[in-house]
């Protein structure tokens, strides 16, 4: 069973960065593809960006592209997510999940693994 936990949220401002980690703890890590969503209370869950297991292919939704961007540190079980430039549309819980599949689809019902989320609130 794969447990992933994520860490990094917190309070910015409009701008600003924050990075996101998902640790991953379990057989085959590196046999999994991680994505993070978003979910704001007020929206449906959002599809924010995605790794290959091999960390050759990358994918991010459009509202984040150009903004935000993922690394994977096999060593370390972890995948982080950079954010830059902040806007408070960013703001959510952001989940991490993960599947046993080699490519980054955007589709959240393919990921069997998820997380419990971090709180990014991006303050005006």
């Known amino acids: 069973q794969v447990q992933l936990v994520e860490s990094g949220g917190g309070l910015v401002q409009a701008g600003g960065s924050l990075r996101l980690s998902c640790a991953a703890s379990?057989?085959?890590?590196?046999?999994?593809?991680v994505a993070w969503f978003r979910q704001d209370p007020e929206k449906e869950s959002e599809f924010v960006c995605a790794i290959s297991w091999s960390g050759d292919a990358t994918k991010y939704a459009d509202s984040v592209k150009d903004r935000f961007s993922l690394s994977r540190d096999s060593a370390r079980n972890t995948v982080t997510l950079q954010m830059n430039k902040v806007k408070p549309e960013d703001t959510a819980l952001y989940y991490c999940?993960?599947?046993?599949?080699?490519?980054?689809?955007?589709?959240?019902?393919?990921?069997?693994?998820w997380g419990r989320g971090t709180q990014v609130t991006v303050s005006t």
């Open positions: 379990g057989p085959a890590y590196s046999a999994l593809t």
């Open positions: 999940a993960a599947r046993t599949m080699p490519d980054a689809t955007t589709d959240r019902g393919s990921y069997h693994f």
